[in-house]
DNA sequence: GTTAGGG
DNA sequence: CCCTAAC
């Protein structure tokens, strides 16, 4: 929470200078304040409590009155309501955009807001990040929520009713969303709801035709309200919002072997921003140097080990584990402190991602892009025409992985990973391909280069590089165009990444924070590990969701830490690694592994007893050991957590005794009476009694 | 890199 | 869980 907190305001500050000033209403601007914080606060708790008002209100409301504007408006305040509350942030963000006639989403609501307070206000409840999400989503998903809303949005807005009905809305039409939802006013307000929509979207796995189209929609609904749209800080806010709820859920998710590869993944992600630390990182940035990652070698040494069955090769394996565990548990971390970088990265892509792109049409925009565009719209220049463009993928500097046979899956994704990581922890650059050549030139515009026509849209490519991100300016950057459309996307295009590197790059923010809900909705609810290292490409549903979702723009923090000063890094690499309680299995495993080998040869029973725990350090299995001592010395009234057994608890006192007298340290062969195993030696492998819990 | 402890 | 001293 406190870095949290933290990275709001910085965000906050960061954001305010940003905005271009544009004439604000002081209710407004009170409301982006406070609202910033609150509802990077607790963003995620907002949109459930939302996304639930809604859900309520929808039905009742729905039911009761379909067609009256009443119930609409009704069920639009509520959910406004809350949004002020929790995420006020955003809107008085829009609310600034719109003055300014730049942003996108933000344009809409406000207008929507302004003109058609009724309309609006139903679709309001779609955040404007949401709305980008949920639209594409919303269609496809069966979920709850779009339901709902559906529901009442149809009774009280044709327009949005035939968004709906279109139900390829997904798909491609843009322009029509776009038009439905200015001229109803659906824009929505982007907090709360927008997540919710993402969430539900996710959760539901719909699979969207389009993830890049939400963004395209975005930028389209603007467009066609408005011909100019300035990048809208809105958007940034709001991803701020976005990353944190993304963090939250993603620290839901956990305990699973496979929740912890998710974990990883997501870790990856935001690692790239956040400047590497520690083991891992170091490691990472070795391979960074080189073109190439080659993994192999642990997978060597664990070969050995098993052939071997010497504990050296044991003990080499684990370290690499360790390490590599190291190297994402930072990433996790540090991820909630990067997280808004990271999220930027996401959003863009990350490596795999896909996005998808689909509008020809023109548009401006801003909020979507993640970079460009939003820099653009920042510096106010209304382009009459834009490009879109559609990610489909990237592409990332090639990456070697050697693997043994014997490796599984689950560490060759591991290795993927790492590889991935190394490579977004080193920085990554995006290159622009046109007909094959790189254009270098950043100040030139897009038309300038050529980028804009039709014909070398084809041509258009996107790479990601390896090396430190030169942030562009986040802001405004020379170049003008809003977005990039290519009906054609280029597969190879992909999105980019901001910069990973981030401290220093104060990328443009990325807008989406959907796009981290998204994400993470997606992993969990259905997406089995993917095999490959990205999940996204391989779900439907999560490439959509993903590819909605802009993801994050840089963090706030960076922003923040950018100006203040570098100290801030260090906080954020303070990032702690999520909780992750132990169970009952666990305990059981680790203490037979203290009754065989004693207490103080905590890596022999990390080797013994956690060797597939990647998350369990042997560091954390002493210090478990040392709670469970606790634990079982203090009343039961007194522990806290799930309930250890007691049985359990007493075979830790026996064993906390028996090892306190025979010091444990020295020889692994004597065992307490009490405790039942048996044999052996502690030194090998003997012992292979204990469970090994895979988490 | 491990251990052992304090925080 | 984190951080560190000590080894």
Redesign the pocket.
């Known amino acids: 929470m406190v870095f949290k907190k933290r990275l709001d305001y910085g965000f906050n500050t960061f954001n305010i200078p940003d905005v271009p000033r544009a004439p604000r209403s002081i209710r407004r601007r009170c409301r982006s304040k406070r609202v910033v914080e609150d509802s990077q606060i607790c963003a995620f708790e907002l949109l459930a409590s939302l996304a639930g008002k809604l859900l309520q209100e929808s039905e009742s409301s729905a039911s009761s009155n379909a067609s009256e504007g009443h119930d609409r408006v009704s069920i639009g305040k509520d959910v406004v309501k809350q949004e002020i509350q929790y995420d006020d942030d955003e809107k008085p963000l829009k609310v600034e955009c719109v003055e300014q006639g730049s942003c996108d989403a933000s344009a809409v609501a406000s207008e929507s807001t302004n003109e058609n307070s009724d309309d609006l206000k139903e679709f309001k409840p779609a955040d404007s990040v949401l709305d980008r999400a949920s639209i594409k989503t919303r269609p496809a998903c069966s979920g709850q929520m779009s339901g709902d809303l559906k529901s009442v949005i149809r009774k009280g807005n044709v327009a949005y009713g035939n968004f709906h009905d279109d139900g390829d809305l997904c798909s491609p039409d843009l322009g029509e969303l776009c038009d439905g939802k200015s001229e109803n006013g659906f824009k929505p307000e982007r907090d709360a709801k927008g997540l919710e929509t993402g969430k539900s979207s996710i959760a539901n796995t719909c699979p969207s035709k389009d993830p890049i189209a939400l963004p395209m929609t975005y930028s389209a609904p603007v467009n066609s309200k408005r011909d100019v749209k300035l990048p809208s800080r809105g958007d940034r806010i709001p991803n701020a919002s976005f990353s944190r709820h993304r963090n939250d859920i993603k620290l839901g998710s956990r305990d699973d072997d496979e929740n912890f590869s998710r974990f990883n993944r997501l870790s990856y992600r935001f690692k790239a921003s956040r400047p590497p630390t520690?083991?891992g990182d170091r490691r990472i940035r070795k391979l960074l140097t080189s073109k190439y990652w080659k993994v192999a070698p642990k997978l060597k040494d664990f070969e050995h080990s098993k052939a071997d069955g010497g504990i050296r090769p044991l003990?080499?394996k684990?370290?690499?584990y360790?390490?590599y565990d190291r190297c994402q548990?930072?990433t996790l971390?540090k991820r909630r402190k990067f997280f808004d970088r990271s999220s930027i990265v996401n959003s863009d892509g990350g490596i795999s991602s896909e996005s998808v792109c689909n509008s020809p049409e023109k548009v401006a925009d801003g909020d979507k892009g993640s970079s460009a565009a939003m820099s653009h719209g920042a510096c106010g220049i209304p382009p009459l025409l834009t490009v879109k463009f559609s990610i489909k993928s990237f592409r990332i500097p090639e990456l070697y992985i050697e693997v043994p046979e014997t490796a599984t899956v689950g560490s060759l994704k591991r290795t993927v990973m790492e590889a991935v990581t190394a490579l977004l922890g080193g920085g990554i650059r995006v290159g622009v391909l046109l007909q094959g050549k790189k254009v270098r030139d950043d100040s030139r515009t897009l038309s300038q280069t050529g980028i804009s026509c039709e014909e070398n849209l084809d041509s258009l490519g996107f790479t990601l590089e390896p090396g430190p991100a030169k942030a562009p300016p986040p802001v405004c950057s020379e170049e003008p165009p809003l977005l990039i459309s290519c009906d054609k996307a280029p597969q190879q295009l992909t999105s980019l990444p901001a910069t990973p590197v981030v401290d220093t790059a104060i990328p443009d923010a990325t807008p989406d924070p959907l796009l981290l809900t998204n994400t993470a909705h997606p992993v969990d609810s259905n997406h089995e590990p993917v095999s490959s290292q990205t999940d996204v490409l391989t779900d439907q549903s999560l490439s959509e969701s993903r590819a909605i979702v802009p993801v994050p723009a840089m963090n706030v923090e960076a922003l923040a830490v950018i100006p203040a000063s570098p100290k801030a890094r260090k906080t954020e690499?303070?990032?702690?690694?999520?909780?992750?309680?132990?169970s009952v299995l666990e305990v059981e495993a680790l203490v037979q592994a203290v009754e065989e080998l004693g207490?103080?040869?905590?890596?022999?029973?990390?080797l013994r007893a956690f060797e597939n725990a990647d998350?369990?350090?042997?560091?954390?299995l002493?210090?478990?050991w040392?709670?469970l001592v606790h634990t079982a010395k203090i009343s039961p009234q007194q522990r806290r957590g799930e309930p250890v057994p007691q049985e359990l608890l007493d075979r830790v006192l026996a064993a906390h005794a028996y090892w306190s007298q025979h010091q444990?340290?020295q020889q692994g062969k004597h065992q307490p009476g009490t405790l039942r195993i048996t044999d052996t030696e502690p030194d090998r492998n003997g012992l292979a009694t204990v469970p090994t819990v895979p988490m």
């Open positions: 520690r083991v003990y080499r684990r370290k690499s360790y390490n548990y930072e971390y690499l303070a990032q702690r690694r999520t909780r992750r309680p132990f207490t103080g040869r905590w890596r022999d029973i990390k998350h369990r350090t042997y560091v954390d002493k210090d478990k040392k709670t444990a340290k």
